[in-house]
């Protein structure tokens, strides 16, 4: 009798081992998944700062200023950076997730604003 308990037993420990490595898997590729979409789309804001500083057309719709901002992506929140620079200027409050869809890929491809006034109006549209 101590002996079928204890192979129950021991067969309910592996059950539940390989559960928890299955669940460790999935986690991990999910996790895995969000730092190739967050490497993707950071290759992107770097082309578009760099396109920004050269003043290549392919900045957004139109050639950018070298005193142009670009409204990016950092650590899931909507920052702001300046033509050339690789480090936001400032990073806001508005987080990523509060985007529509489409904003959020324009953000995380990054959008030239040629102007602060520009800029202001746009924040102001993403964090309304």
Known sequence: M???IYIIMKARIKIAL???FIFTAVVLSGNLMKSFEAAASSRALAQTI???ETGSPDAGKHEPSASAYIVGAYAEN???Y???QITPQTVTAIPLSSLCE???K???TGIVVDSYEELLQL???FGS
């Open 2 to 4: 101590e002996k079928e």
């Open 78 to 80: 909507v920052a702001v």
């Open 82 to 84: 300046r033509a050339g």
């Open 18 to 20: 390989c559960g928890l």
């Open 102 to 104: 489409v904003d959020r």
């Open 106 to 108: 324009s953000v995380e």
């Open 50 to 52: 760099a396109d920004a």
């Open 123 to 125: 924040l102001e549209d």
